[in-house]
């Protein structure tokens, strides 16, 4: 063997061996820190960092103002036209707003057709909202008002899995079975947690203080849209909530799996956000 190939052999092998190092360390701590959600949860991760890229697309062509949609299925209906670069079509697919852990969505497969949140334009004409998708049950909240824009602080909320309450935790009939969900943040990561009570409260308030009300977190003027279900349903979707508590520690704020979404240079709650 010559020597320029013994040496480039070893070169290849060095490298090699850094990148098993790193996976070595890296893999583990992204588990722990997301809370080892799970392969189908790690799917409303994915699906909210889309949400997150189709926002801040729409707000970077429209001076930096997010969608101002009257609830979250017209959000989605918004946010069906942004192209975005996993989706260069648009969030046209109700699955970005499911999950498949939810007890509120019907069984969820990557196997199953595309479902569309827009019909298809007709003669030229605007295309319009699929009543069908009207009918969903989002596994996801989002604030909604005039004010909402990327000016806000990073540490601003702008989705997260439904059912978080007003004193930090999820409720038992939310997706998880009130076992935490995720947070979307302005600054562009997802995060994970248990709960949002630990250490005096995860979240910023607008008045710098922690908070665990995710409300005290948004901008004034603000409400949270989801889906709210009906006594019958909190019963059924509280019974079928998880056995086994899942993860078995809280995130710390801002912690969660990161990513970057900013671009280049049958009810909606009606509480608002007040001084």
Same mark, same amino acid.
């Given at each position: 063997?010559?020597?320029?190939?013994?040496?480039?052999?070893?070169?290849?092998?060095?490298?090699?061996?850094?990148?098993?190092?790193?996976?070595?360390?890296?893999?583990p701590t992204v588990g722990r820190t997301c809370g080892r959600p799970g392969p189908s949860r790690?799917?409303?991760?994915?699906?909210? +960092?889309? %949400?997150?890229? !189709?926002? &801040? @697309?729409?707000?970077?062509?429209?001076?930096?103002?997010?969608?101002? =949609? /009257?609830?979250?299925?017209?959000?989605?209906?918004?946010?069906?036209?942004?192209?975005?670069?996993?989706?260069?079509?648009?969030?046209?697919?109700?699955?970005?707003?499911?999950?498949?852990?939810?007890?509120?969505?019907?069984?969820?497969?990557?196997?199953?057709?595309?479902?569309?949140?827009?019909?298809?334009?007709?003669?030229?004409?605007?295309?319009?909202?699929?009543?069908?998708? +009207?009918? %969903?049950?989002? !596994?996801? &909240? @989002?604030?909604?008002?005039?004010?909402?824009?990327?000016?806000?602080? =990073? /540490?601003?909320?702008?989705?997260?899995?439904?059912?978080?309450?007003?004193?930090?935790?999820?409720?038992?009939?939310?997706?998880?079975?009130?076992?935490?969900?995720?947070?979307?943040?302005?600054?562009?990561?997802?995060?994970?947690?248990?709960?949002?009570?630990?250490?005096?409260?995860?979240?910023?308030?607008?008045?710098?203080?922690?908070?665990?009300?995710?409300?005290?977190?948004?901008?004034?003027?603000?409400?949270?849209?989801?889906?709210?279900?009906?006594?019958?349903?909190?019963?059924?979707?509280? =019974?079928?909530?998880?056995?086994?508590?899942?993860?078995?520690?809280?995130?710390?704020?801002?912690?969660?799996?990161?990513?970057?979404?900013?671009?280049?240079?049958?009810?909606?709650?009606?509480?608002?956000?007040?001084?």
């Open positions: 063997m010559s020597a320029p190939r013994f040496t480039r052999l070893l070169e290849y092998g060095f490298v090699l061996f850094l990148i098993a190092l790193l996976a070595s360390i890296i893999v790690l799917t409303d991760f994915v699906h909210l +960092r889309d %949400i997150g890229n !189709a926002t &801040a @697309i729409y707000a970077y062509n429209h001076n930096d103002r997010f969608p101002e =949609a /009257t609830d979250i299925w017209d959000y989605a209906r918004i946010l069906a036209e942004v192209g975005t670069p996993n989706e260069p079509e648009g969030l046209n697919d109700a699955r970005f707003w499911r999950s498949k852990v939810d007890p509120a969505s019907a069984p969820i497969s990557s196997k199953d057709p595309k479902f569309p949140i827009l019909l298809p334009s007709k003669n030229g004409q605007p295309r319009a909202l699929n009543p069908a998708f +009207r009918s %969903i049950k989002p !596994a996801f &909240a @989002i604030p909604v008002g005039r004010r909402l824009s990327t000016n806000h602080p =990073a /540490t601003t909320p702008i989705a997260w899995t439904r059912g978080l309450q007003s004193d930090g935790t999820w409720a038992k009939h939310s997706p998880y079975g009130g076992q935490g969900g995720y947070i979307l943040f302005l600054g562009g990561n997802v995060a994970y947690y248990l709960n949002l009570t630990d250490d005096g409260g995860q979240l910023i308030a607008r008045d710098g203080s922690k908070t665990a009300n995710i409300l005290e977190a948004l901008p004034v003027g603000c409400r949270i849209s989801e889906y709210v279900p009906t006594p019958e349903e909190q019963t059924t979707w509280s =019974a079928q909530a998880p056995a086994q508590p899942h993860p078995t520690h809280n995130a710390p704020r801002r912690s969660g799996t990161t990513e970057s979404f900013r671009p280049p240079p049958n009810s909606p709650v009606a509480t608002s956000a007040s001084e």
